[in-house]
């Protein structure tokens, strides 16, 4: 291995950076979060679940998250206990399961998004659009590189190319969710079942 | 709360990226230090144990790794059992407690460190050096921005003041440490007590 000290230097500062703004973001989500008793991570699913659309199965909520089905399903267990979550089988399979929002996991949504989208746009705002344009651009190349380096067996490309299509998806509706005031209008919309 | 849609649609196209460009790093990490018998928090806290230089307090180690003394010590505690930390007890103050690496410790960071370098230069090898700075900024202007949300009564700009000089530091010695070949040699150096 080569190693050449200025740009070894300048690689372990940016691999020190990715961590550490994560973590540091991470930090304030939960202060965000908690105000509306939801945990960081409750949040991401219930904003997955209202984006991919509910009931939805497990093993389509971890493909939105990007994590492994296991740890997903014991997340779900933990906010089924807390009521954020309910299963559900469907009528035409009785093997399958769907999950969907329940009314408290609803209420506490409809706070934590616009409080969410609040913080994230204050934590941006020191970045200019383009910035902005420039900082996405630059991580897709790291994300890239690392989907490639876990050899997950599937095609990154497609992968990242659906993905900007339903995040491109998940901002409209996440602002259609925001405009709407009654949560009862929400739970009727939420209620569509996928059939794919 | 203004909403403009093509706004929100970058800022949480960007905000989604920050998260799942690092999750995915951490996984290709857990992968690359498994083979050393490390986890990658293991991994993380050995590697700034060696650039702060050890013995050193928990709070120290806390502090080196930006996380909460109670978290890092229950950390401390499972790598003590696994045998890659020990603690020891300063001779002039009994009541203060030391971190140091143990031998296993040392032989497995001696050899993850490599492997963690390749690794990460292999992950950020389609960026340009200029690339890699650009990142370097804009990844800064969201943690500043972060850090002073979470209000934690410190001095930010001195804090990542410090941080650059204790990086760069780091990267010398990492370098450092990668060409002296015995783990003898390296405990030697290690063994220095920090006065401060």
Chains 1, 2 share one sequence.
């Not at 973001?25 to 997955?48: I, K, N």
């Not at 969410?116 to 200019?128: K, N, R």
């Not at 602002?175 to 009727?188: C, H, L, M, V």
């Amino acid at each position: 291995m080569t190693v050449n000290s200025k740009s070894v230097s300048l690689v372990l500062r940016l691999w020190f950076l990715l961590h550490r703004t994560r973590d540091v973001v991470r930090r304030c989500e939960d202060q965000v979060f908690v105000e509306y008793g939801l945990t960081t991570e409750q949040y991401a699913v219930l904003s997955v679940m209202k984006s991919l659309g509910s009931p939805l199965r497990v093993i389509d909520l971890a493909r939105g998250l990007e994590r492994e089905p296991n740890s997903v399903s014991m997340m779900v267990d933990r906010m089924v206990k807390a009521g954020l979550v309910r299963r559900s089988r469907d009528r035409g399979d009785r093997r399958t399961v769907y999950l969907d929002i329940t009314n408290k996991g609803e209420n506490a949504l409809k706070l934590a998004v616009p409080a969410g989208l609040e913080f994230v746009q204050e934590i941006l705002s020191p970045l200019s659009d383009e910035d902005r344009r420039t900082l996405i651009t630059l991580l897709e190349m790291v994300r890239y590189k690392a989907l490639e380096y876990l050899k997950l067996g599937v095609n990154v490309e497609e992968m990242m190319r659906n993905e900007i299509t339903s995040q491109a998806g998940l901002g409209k509706r996440l602002i259609q969710y925001i405009s709407t005031s009654t949560p009862e209008a929400k739970r009727q919309g939420g209620k569509k079942r996928k059939t794919t």
